[in-house]
């Protein structure tokens, strides 16, 4: 089993900043990739950036491209979010996950997740 603890979250205003952090323990050398979703109320659970734990290949979605950065530390079977140019519609519970597969876009292809993290954006 791979146990995720997010932290990071919190208030910020708009065009603000925010680094969520995955904490990542148990058997982390079973996981390909680590991905980071978001959910906000009402809505689908929809994804936001994964990186390939080994080859550090890094994913987006558009709506997150070029304000969010993935990033990990190995060392400490870490992942990061920092989020930046913060909008109202990012306000969101901000989930970190673990695949074993390649359909890193997809939430049903993740096998393991955090309690999440809210994000709260005030414009």
């Known amino acids: 089993q791979v146990q995720l603890v997010e932290s990071g979250g919190g208030l910020v205003q708009a065009g603000g900043s925010l680094r969520l952090a995955c904490a990542a323990s148990?058997?982390?050398?079973?996981?390909?990739?680590m991905g980071w979703f978001r959910q906000a109320p009402g809505m689908e659970r929809e994804f936001v950036a994964a990186?390939?734990?080994?080859?550090?290949?890094?994913y987006y979605a558009d709506t997150v491209k070029g304000r969010f950065t993935i990033s990990k530390d190995n060392a400490k079977n870490t992942v990061y979010l920092q989020m930046n140019s913060l909008k109202p519609e990012d306000t969101a519970v901000y989930y970190c996950?673990?695949?074993?597969?390649?359909?890193?876009?997809?939430?049903?292809?993740?096998?393991?997740w955090g309690q999440g993290t809210q994000v709260t954006v005030s414009s």
């Open positions: 990186i390939t734990w080994s080859g550090g290949r890094l």
């Open positions: 148990g058997r982390t050398f079973s996981f390909y990739a």
């Open positions: 996950a673990t695949t074993r597969g390649s359909r890193y876009s997809t939430a049903s292809s993740y096998d393991y």
